[in-house]
């Protein structure tokens, strides 16, 4: 599975388009992803694997991915942060009392999603807060100083 999952993603990334990967790249990629969280999902669910070892390939493969685009030189939209290893360290921390049986799945699901949209209301805090600050600075103007008759006048633009 994860050997495929590579090969899609070397293919991708030498028809992303040169400089930038397209809209419908990144969807593939994306879906090669979901579709590797799945299935590690449900061997997880299936025993297989343990839920330690299911989040941490999952959290494996989303670092690989966005490695490998960055290794391309092309640009493309796929995002691994701080914000990144702190929702997959968190899922690790649920993913062992999930294993050693201190909660249950629903519990462990509810509470991932939990802290995944803490982290994206966060984020998007920082967003509005960057974006209220751009907007507060002052913005460049030129000014233009003419001599007209026995005064002077500014003009800015």
Same mark, same amino acid.
């Given at each position: =599975?994860?050997?495929?999952?590579?090969?899609?993603?070397?293919?991708?990334?030498?028809?992303?388009?040169? +400089?930038?990967?397209?809209?419908?790249? =990144?969807?593939?990629?994306?879906?090669?992803?979901?579709?590797?969280?799945?299935?590690?999902?449900?061997?997880?669910?299936?025993?297989?694997?343990?839920?330690?070892?299911?989040?941490?390939?999952?959290?494996?493969?989303?670092?690989?991915?966005?490695?490998?685009?960055?290794? !391309?030189?092309?640009?493309?939209?796929?995002?691994?942060?701080?914000?990144?290893?702190?929702?997959?360290?968190?899922?690790?921390?649920?993913?062992?009392?999930?294993?050693?049986?201190?909660? !249950?799945?629903?519990?462990?699901?509810?509470?991932?999603?939990?802290?995944?949209?803490?982290?994206?209301?966060?984020?998007?805090?920082?967003?509005?807060?960057?974006?209220?600050?751009?907007?507060?600075?002052?913005?460049?103007?030129?000014?233009?100083?003419? +001599?007209?008759?026995?005064?002077?006048? !500014?003009?800015?633009?």
């Amino acid at each position: =599975m994860f050997k495929q999952f590579v090969i899609a993603l070397l293919i991708l990334s030498v028809t992303g388009c040169g +400089k930038h990967f397209t809209r419908e790249g =990144m969807n593939d990629i994306s879906n090669h992803f979901e579709n590797a969280r799945d299935q590690l999902e449900q061997k997880a669910q299936a025993g297989e694997i343990t839920w330690v070892q299911a989040e941490r390939k999952i959290r494996d493969i989303d670092k690989q991915i966005k490695s490998k685009l960055d290794a !391309t030189g092309a640009r493309h939209t796929w995002k691994y942060d701080s914000d990144d290893d702190e929702y997959y360290a968190y899922c690790i921390a649920l993913a062992e009392r999930l294993d050693s049986h201190q909660t !249950t799945f629903s519990q462990f699901d509810a509470a991932r999603k939990q802290r995944l949209n803490q982290i994206n209301a966060r984020r998007q805090s920082i967003n509005n807060q960057e974006e209220l600050i751009e907007n507060s600075r002052p913005r460049q103007r030129n000014c233009v100083t003419e +001599k007209v008759f026995d005064r002077y006048e !500014t003009k800015c633009y």
